[in-house]
């Protein structure tokens, strides 16, 4: 898939659609001469989510959070597997809990293109998201809280 670009050099592909450009075990192909939105992109590491140990590079996995006011105001932690497996590794099931252990919705999007939300069940979801998901063909796993 060609990585479609406007007329400032910002990046116009679909959101959780791999670039073309992200090299099979992780990384920027055309790292130095890549698009300004991703010059300009800092991710969640950069704004203080994680340790030291969980730097996209070090961990294979790229953070990014945003609030949606879908849920309540609830922020999305999103976590998007830069290097296949990373989400299922060590590193990525504790940023996936540390996140969760917040109050955080989790977004996980892996390198195979698949996506799925993690929620606690103690956090309300509207019927709003769900069907936003559903369409998206996005599965919903609601985890139990913990007391």
């Keep these: 898939m060609a990585v479609d670009m406007d007329s400032k050099g910002m990046v116009t592909k679909p959101p959780g659609v791999p670039c073309e450009f992200q090299k099979a075990k992780g990384g920027c192909g055309v ?18 989510m994680g340790k030291k140990k969980d730097r996209p590079d070090k961990s294979g ?17 999103t976590l998007i597997e830069g290097r296949p497996g990373a989400l299922k590794s060590r590193a990525g099931k504790r940023l996936m809990r540390q996140n969760l252990a917040d109050g955080k919705i989790v977004m996980r999007m892996h390198t195979t293109g698949a996506r799925d939300v993690i929620v606690k069940e103690s956090v309300h979801v509207d019927s709003q998201f769900r069907r936003d998901a559903a369409c998206s063909l996005i599965p919903i796993q609601f985890v139990p809280s913990r007391k």
């Design 31 to 48: 790292y130095g001469s890549h698009p300004a939105s991703c010059k300009s992109f800092r991710c969640g590491w950069l704004q203080g």
């Design 61 to 77: 996995i790229v953070m990014n959070r945003s609030s949606i006011d879908l849920i309540d105001g609830n922020e999305l932690a």
